[in-house]
């Protein structure tokens, strides 16, 4: 996991995070690899999928059929970990032979979209279609849950009453990072869900999983990721061994700051190094009464940020 420790807590390019997780599968010197996607269904999710699919996929796994390298995937409202999902993803590609050591990455990606303006940056909605609507709608529906939709129960039961709270409470986290707060915390959470299961799964051949967590950033233009934690579960012996590392999943603990226009988030459990070197977040307006009613967004929402992030270059991405 050390290649992947530097980049926890930070925003980085989609392909800076699959180029460490590759990094990181390789150091295994695996005889086969098999991962699992977990993504929103909201469209704007489709650059996350495209690019595990390109940097990851197309890299590391077993041809499916001619010309065809796929991951299993879960694609639901919110990004939730699907129970049972890695253990019928295991024994799919356990099917690829039974020696040597297995890697199987299992990645776990909540979402935000940014709106940028002239006075800066809000998280929760995205400019789609010429019009502003919230991204994440799901965790923005589980968030109020007012106008509930069939995932928020769930999100909400994941999410539990103390952390909700916190993210509708503008007093501890400020309005224009809800949902970004919220994104964080959910894909911390997921992949608890995700790590509880593979503790006690009964792998078919030795076999390491690393569940990588992180929030992806859709912006107007290249997305890109925040990686919020790495867990390795070792299932080469007898008993399952757990190494875990990254942010936290409380909302309430999450610091905000900017380094060269990038995010970096830390917590009481995790630092980036230098964190506090780096530019604080002001924000503009706070209002307490921005609260988390699900609407297609305002483009006078006061909700913003006095510091704009630039926008970030992604030249692999473009590329290719
Ligand atoms: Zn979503």
Redesign the pocket.
Known sequence: MNELEPLIGREESMVTVLDRVRLTVGRFQPTRVGAYHVT???E??WECADAFQRWFAERMLPGLKPGSRAPFRSIN???RYEPGALAVAESHYAASGSDGITVIVAKIN??VGVVETSEGVRFGHFPRYGQEST?????TAALSDEAPIPASAELRETLGRTRLAALNDGETVPPDLRLLFAAVANARLQSRRAVEELTTLPAHTPTHFLVVAGVSINRPGPDTELLVSVDHIDRTDVAAKHATIGLDDDPAAYKVSVDLGRLVLADAQFQPPGFAMHAEIQLSRTPSSDTAAVSDGDPDDPASLTEPLPEIDDAQSQAE
């Open positions: 929103c269904s909201d704007a999710e409202l919110g990004g909540a979402h991204c994440c709608g799901a965790l």
